[in-house]
């Protein structure tokens, strides 16, 4: 077990400089697999799941493996904490067996209470405030096509929740230009914007958020959209549709006023035809498979930099 940790609840947990070192050694482990197969011998990863999850559970499992350590997936539904065991009480005693924790759940202050009680490093697989190994996959993705996150602008349309969120501050943190087109009702927390904004001024990236998805997505070199109706809200799906309508979709018409050699992504899943047309997100700009894979590879680095001998920590 180790005596320190490094927790990744939201992102904000890493440096500039550290986020960076992470995308080059994710790219490292992309084309060099073989190298990194020992290097988390011999460890254990939880995985909680609140929430449904295809690309978090198998990713993360899948990643432990081929780093020659295991993973243990549980569903809150299964233990004790889904019959009213305290946080505490679960993050102490999983601490015992275990040398990582990843957790999808509903409340951030679920992850935040778990990292506060566990001594094992927790990564936050999604909340309903924000999902950083997305944003790491998705920075990943961007900087693989790109080379840099200079000068490139990504465009978000749709909920100012959390997938938003996490690529708010890991704009903030790496230099990307991010404008996001978000409908009255659904705007970002304040706070998290605010701390985006603050952390841009030192790292020169452009944080600007309209109800406009023309404005946000003019001249963009990546458009980025999400489901209109996240895990948990599905009692509002119905006026979601309705207040994101057509304006905010992903459509051929809204993708012209982006760059000519634009490129699109989503997190996944996706509901064809209601954020994003079939055409866009099986057109030829769709990067949806290749961001996904991703979510291996990021992955892999980060559980390097935390649960390795050699982190950075
Ligand atoms: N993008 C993402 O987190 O996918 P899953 O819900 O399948 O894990
Ligand atoms: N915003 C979506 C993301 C799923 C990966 C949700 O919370 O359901």
């Known amino acids: 077990m180790q005596t320190t940790k490094k927790d990744t609840l939201t992102l904000l947990e890493w440096s500039s400089e550290e986020l960076q070192s992470m995308i080059e050694l994710a790219i490292d482990i992309k084309g060099k697999p073989e190298k990194y197969q020992e290097a988390l011998k011999g460890k254990i990863l939880g995985m909680i799941f609140d929430k449904a999850s295809t690309r978090t559970r198998v990713s993360f ?51 935040e209470q778990l990292a506060e009680y566990g001594t094992m490093p927790i990564i936050n697989g999604l909340t309903d405030e924000h999902h950083p190994c997305q944003a790491i996959a998705d920075l990943l993705t961007i900087y693989e096509v790109k080379g840099t996150f200079e000068g490139v602008k990504l465009a978000y349309l749709g909920d100012g929740n959390n997938v938003c969120h996490s690529l708010l501050l890991a704009s903030a943190l790496v230099g990307l230009t991010i404008h996001c087109g978000i409908p009255q009702g659904y705007a970002v927390d304040p706070v998290i914007l605010k701390i985006a904004q603050d952390i841009a001024e030192s790292t020169g990236a452009v944080i600007s958020i309209s109800e406009s998805p023309i404005e946000a997505v003019t001249d963009a070199d990546f458009i980025y959209t999400d489901v209109w109706t996240s895990m948990g809200q599905e009692a509002e799906n119905d006026s979601r549709l309705k207040d994101f309508a057509e304006e905010y979709q992903v459509n051929a018409k809204l993708v012209a006023y982006a760059k000519p050699d634009y490129h699109f992504l989503h997190c996944l899943p996706a509901h064809r035809e209601e954020e994003v047309t079939s055409e866009i997100i099986d057109g030829p700009h769709s990067l949806i498979y290749q961001q996904a894979g991703n979510r291996l590879h990021g992955q892999k680095a980060l559980l390097v930099m935390t649960l390795g001998e050699n982190n950075s920590i």
């Open 61 to 111: 499992e899948a990643g432990m493996l081929q780093l020659g350590g295991s993973a243990i997936v549980l569903f809150s539904r299964d233990l004790q904490i889904g019959r009213g065991e305290p946080i505490i009480d679960t993050a102490k005693v999983l601490s015992e067996y275990l040398d990582g924790l990843m957790i999808r759940t509903f409340a951030h202050k679920t992850v």
